[in-house]
């Protein structure tokens, strides 16, 4: 998985709100973190037949002064069993509005954005697996006013 | 007229079952009923326990999770204290003063350094996040309003609670066939 981002700042009413362009070029099927079925230990298959969907997210993660851990979800996709495992999208822009809890966005160097899925199955269990490779994505120390989105 | 014969002989069977059963059989029926009751009521207090949550199975009542999840799906929950919360799990949660729970998926979360968490939640189905459901002036959810995590699921099999719901007759229909069975049947 690899992700290229660029981003700028921007304050409304008190709280950060960031922007976030990125690219997500992955291969689920053969990705590394892939969903062990019961009886092959060995095979790294995610869309085995108990596999109705997978329910991806792109999330940020980062730490402020007012918060230990903030999460926020960017973007999300649904992918059904059927539909082509391997995802190549560009300059895309996050479905969510990127608000803080306060103004830790500004100056924060170290955004962490990950690639996770929630493994939905036609009966049974209902795992949470992250996808490896994350990128890390510092916001600039200024705001920025008039920039367009 | 063959039919009605038939009948008419099978329902006097059943009387003629009851009847030889004196006050002792009766009686010894109706503990095993209360056996019933109580193991079922066991069961499901363990279940409570072992979970963590007041609720550990519920029933999805909307359409608001689909493609995952639809109405009359029945979701097992567990809510462990020393599980945090994250994004991307499915919680089932209730607004202050609703009875109904909801189960949507988490979207934000911020936590302090002394595990003080406030999250924010939306159905997949839905365009817009949970804002709107909350109490007039609350913003976020807490650890709290949390019933309860998903950790599995089993489709379809919710629907008869959501029958029994919806048509009360039913649900008397069934709890009644249910008592008479228990009642009549010897072992």
Do not use: C
Request: no cysteine; net charge positive; hydrophobic share 45%.
């Amino acid at each position: 998985l690899r992700k290229n981002v660029e981003d700028f700042t921007g304050p409304r009413e008190r709280s950060d709100l960031g922007f976030v362009t990125f690219d997500i070029t992955a291969d689920i099927l053969n990705g590394k973190n892939g969903l062990q079925t019961f009886w092959n230990k060995n095979t790294l298959i995610i869309f085995d037949w108990n596999v109705k969907q997978l329910f991806l997210y792109l999330s940020a993660e980062y730490s402020t002064k007012n918060n230990a851990l903030n999460q926020v979800v960017l973007w999300d996709k649904i992918m059904l069993r059927g539909d082509n495992p391997k995802l190549s999208l560009k300059d895309m822009k996050s479905k969510y509005f990127f608000f803080d809890d306060g103004n830790g966005l500004k100056g924060n160097r170290n955004i962490t954005l990950t690639l996770s899925w929630n493994v939905v199955p036609n009966a049974g269990i209902l795992p949470l697996v992250t996808g490896s490779g994350h990128v890390s994505v510092p916001f600039p120390d200024t705001y920025e006013t008039t920039k367009s989105y | 007229a063959a039919v009605a014969a038939v009948a008419a002989m099978l329902s006097l069977d059943f009387l003629d079952d009851v009847r030889r059963m004196n006050k002792r059989q009766l009686y010894y029926q109706v503990l095993n009923f209360g056996m019933i009751v109580s193991s079922a009521l066991m069961i499901w207090k363990g279940l409570m326990v072992v979970t963590g949550s007041e609720s550990p199975i519920v029933v999805v009542l909307s359409g608001s999770m689909e493609p995952a999840f639809h109405r009359g799906d029945l979701l097992f929950l567990t809510n462990r204290i020393e599980d945090p919360i994250r994004v991307g799990e499915i919680v089932v949660f209730r607004i202050e003063g609703r009875e109904i729970p909801i189960v949507h998926r988490v979207l934000k979360i911020h936590e302090k350094q002394n595990g003080d968490i406030k999250f924010l939640t939306k159905g997949d189905n839905n365009a817009v996040d949970d804002r709107g459901l909350y109490k007039q002036g609350q913003h976020w959810l807490e650890k709290k309003d949390v019933v309860g995590r998903a950790r599995g699921f089993v489709p379809y099999i919710g629907i008869v609670t959501i029958l029994m719901n919806d048509y009360p007759k039913f649900k008397y229909a069934v709890l009644f066939l249910l008592g008479l069975f228990v009642l009549v049947h010897r072992e």
